[in-house]
């Protein structure tokens, strides 16, 4: 019997929660179908079939996770199918309260009809909560009937064992050195909010984010090196191009030529473009660049495959395309992996510079600013041209100042000299 597996949906991913099924136990379903949508360490995606027929049985409840390659539904020819105990425990708890057999059969009926994914009634006194939750509890020593379940039917599930921990770390109870019994001490929670502020709570996708950027800071040895283009010609070379492709065609942008400059650059320095991993270096051949794109409450990295390869429209009509798939959250597992080398423009936000932070296990990221307009002297004279600040983060275990200055500088000579990048 077919069974769906959790997928590798990114490369650093371990596991994924289900935030919905858009299939019921019962239903048919063909291959290729959506049948689920999963947030994972850099998104929410979507769960395709891979088999024809009919979802017997679904094993990860919304709201749940699961690990890499652990079974989630099962799809079957139907003679299998299995419904949540619902009328079970309907009948079980209208027998306590005296109700009659025809108002259990009318309750039961509609969930015979419409299966929900809603536990049974709990035993003895037994919380709902999801396996994963009892075990994060156990290995804390927290007691589950202090927690607040908000999955379905009131679960209690992963997330909600996380808000608690999180809680506890940032709001330390009090401790007074010595007793005061006159004095009235508010509890911890009360005192380290105030009554005016709002508390917000953050999505799986943003703790995951959050604890990926704080285990790159940590652990790889940020080191920094920064640089000014004179961007004067490759501005005027993008007006070339986009006069030249009209009002229908494709249009580039500064980003297009910074990511194709890096690119070219990154052939000719490939210890730039390779990853620590296991205490040895890797080397890759090809050359992915990943886009660094604002998506809302979410920051998302789609790559552009074999850069160094392609022309400039090229590239801009595939960044165009993954642009548009991050923002109606339509990135698919090939466009978020592969990742050799990344780069975050913030020059439309009227940024005077900024360091970024490496997305592991890539070597390096290059920082964006605005480009302004400043005299520089030429031919010593004062001369105003159009300058663009950058900084590229580099770990320190692969790379080393002189190569990422080397670097720098090839990134500077191609763009300062902008027909290179349309060969």
Known sequence: MPEVSMPRLSDTMQEGTITRWLKKPGDEVKRGDIIAEVETDKANMEIEAYDSGVLEQILTQEGEAAPIGQAIAIIGDGSGAKQTPVASAQASSASTNGTTTQAISQSAAPAVSAPTFVEAAPSEGRLKASPLARRIAEEH????????GTGPGGRIVRDDLEDYLEQQRTVAPAQPAQPAPQVQVPAASQASIPEDSEVIKISSVQKKIANRLLESKQTVPHFYVSNEIDMTDALALRQVLNGAAGDEGIKVSVNDLIVKACALALEKFPDVNSSYRDGQFIRHKHVNIGVAVDVPNALVVPVVKDVNVKGVRTIARETR???????????????????????????????????????????????????????????????????????LSADHRILYGATVARFLQEVKRLLENPYALLG
Not at 341 to 351: A, R
Not at 357 to 372: D, G, K, Q, W
């Open 141 to 148: 020593s927290i007691d589950l009937a202090r927690i607040k």
């Open 321 to 391: 395309e993954l642009i548009q798939k991050a923002r109606n959250n339509k990135l698919s597992v090939s466009d978020l992996s592969g990742g050799t080398f990344s780069i975050s423009n913030l020059g439309m936000m009227d940024v005077t510079g900024f360091n970024a932070i490496i997305n592991p296990p890539e070597a390096a990221i290059l920082a964006v600013a605005s480009t302004r307009k400043t005299f520089v002297p030429v031919d010593g004279q004062p001369v105003i041209r159009d300058i663009m600040p950058l900084t």
